[in-house]
Every structure is written in structure tokens, then in C-alpha cells.
């Protein structure tokens, strides 16, 4: 780790108060002159350093630019992105996520990119990834549970992305199965789960979630214009990806903590709060048939619960649904 990201740390680490020449100077183990340097080279990048005679330096403000000291300070987590890996470009940070949890790296490790140049859907689909205009992150997990138990990872990810946009940006997103989250019929964002297991234990999860977050309408690819939307659109406003991404990492740790203490009955119940077309009539594909059932809810291993016309609840894990063709019931 550089000098200068663990400088910033340890000014991060002060929140309002400051920290002395001598202190860093000690901690650092770098000359008092040096430091004096290091402050001006980060004022170059828009850091605001104070300096008062006396009582020592203070961050005041960071650049308005992610990167790995950005999404540090003011993030309030105890393990998750307290290791953060930033690319400006990258096809897609779920590879880069996937090499480096080979490579061994820890529980909450994160990667971001500005840009994907080949971002992943699921099933081999593309997922649009525009130079800063979103939040497209992969998180690396390593959880104790059972491997069957994964897809409640993708659940409990889309209530915390659904938690973050209705009450920080007081909008109201609905979670549609398996993993999407919308906003007036029009998905936002997208989340991706990939794991390596064994028979019976997790070696390593990787969740992936894209935000389209400052798109304007015109700059929606054509191709999803239709069915996409962004935080902008949404909102009529602009929003600090930064900012964004502290709130949701902040969330995102509270809620695992949770998920991990109390088990999967709270994620459901929030899930369900949420859930698109909950309660309504639906048409389902099935390799034999196409049969009316109304959307119930999740079951425990993440599948959806559908109730059928003769009275029965079944599972199901990746039917064909008519999302757009129903009926309030
Ligand atoms: P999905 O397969 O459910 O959704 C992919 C489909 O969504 C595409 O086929 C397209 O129709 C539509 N789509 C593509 N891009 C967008 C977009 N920006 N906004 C709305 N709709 C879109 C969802 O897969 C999972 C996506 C995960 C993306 C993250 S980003 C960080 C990480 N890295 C990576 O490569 N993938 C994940």
C-alpha cells in the first residue's frame, strides 16, 4: 500500500478532528517536510486539506471522483470495501472479482470499474455499462452457509438495493424475480450471482449489481430504451455515485450481518414487501404448457412461489413468465 492511500486513511479515520504532524509523522514513519508534500500533491487531486498551526491536518473534502481513497473516506463499514479495487475500464469486474478471490482475496473485497466494455447479464446476455454514469461492482463474499442456500444472496442484494432507493432517494422500486429492480416498469438495475463451490461448502460468491445511475433518456442504448431507465430519469436529478455507493455498501453490510444472525425469514419478508406483481395473475411457460398461476412470493431456496388455477402452490426456478401481461387480482 502507497504512502499516500495510507495517508488518507489515517486522515479519514479522524472524521472531524485533526490529527498532528508528529502523529502521522510517527505512524507513517515519513518526515514531517514529507508530509507537507503529500498534503499538496492530494490538493492537486481535490482533496481539501486543512492545516492549523498546532493541532495538525484535516480532510474537509474528497474529489468527486471514485476511486479507491474516494469510496474510503466517510465509509461507514467495518469489513465490507475496506479493501476496494478501482479500474478506470475493464470488460467486466465480475472477471477481474473471480481472478483476484482465486488469488485469495478477503471477505468484502470490492471491485469497481468507471466502464465495462463487456459487462455481463446473466445467461450469457450483455449488460450496458457506461463510463461513469452507473455503479457497475462486484462484491467478494466468502459466507458460511451451504452452496444451495447462494441464491438468497441475490434476494437479500436486491432488498438492500431496494432499501437504498426508496429511502435515500425516496423512490419506489419493485424487486422482480429473480433479480431485477424497477422502477415504473423499467429495470435499473441488474444483479448477478456467481459462485465456486464444492459439494458443501461456499468457496467463494461473487455479487455483481448494476445502477444506471446519471443516464439521460437520450443516452440509453436503443436497443433497451424501452425497457430501462435511471436514477436520473427517475428523479429529475443528478446524484453522487460516491455517495451512492457508501449508502449502499453501508446497507449492504447491515443487512448481511442480519441475514447471516437471523436467517432468511427477514430477507423474504422484505423481498416480498417489494416484490413485482406480488398478488396478480400471470401466464407461465413450462416446457408442456402455458398455465394462468398468481405470483405468491419466494420460497427458501430462492425459487418463486406461484399459485395454479386447480389450488396448487408450486415452485418455480426458471420458468418463462408473462411479466407484462397481467391482471390485478
Ligand atoms: P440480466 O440477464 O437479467 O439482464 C440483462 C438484460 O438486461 C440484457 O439482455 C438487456 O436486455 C438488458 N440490459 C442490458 N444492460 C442494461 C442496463 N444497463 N440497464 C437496463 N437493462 C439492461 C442482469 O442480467 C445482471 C446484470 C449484472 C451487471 C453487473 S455490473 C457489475 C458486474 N460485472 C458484470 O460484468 N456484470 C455485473
Redesign the pocket.
Known sequence: ESTRSKLIKLLSLQDDNYISGQEISDKLKISRSAIWKHMKELEKDGYEIEAKRNKGYRILGSPNKVSENTIQWGLETNWLGKKVIHKASTP???IVAHQLAQEGAGHGTVVIADE?TA?????S?????AKNKGI???IILRPNILPYLAPQLTLLTATVLADVFQKKLQLAPKIKWP??IILNDK?VS???TEMQAEQDKINYVII???I?VNHEQKELPNT?IN??TSLKIETGQAWEIIELIQRILATFEEKYEEYMSKGFPIVKQRWEQNGYRIGEKTKIKSFQSVDEAVIMGIADDGALLAKYQDGEVKKIYSAEIDWFKTEKF
Open positions: 467486466s469486474t465480475q465495462q459487462g455481463k447479464g446473466r445467461l446476455r450483455d449488460w450496458y455499462s457497475w461492482m462486484s433479480n431485477d429495470k441488474g444483479i448477478l455483481g449489481f448494476g444506471n433497451i425497457r430501462a
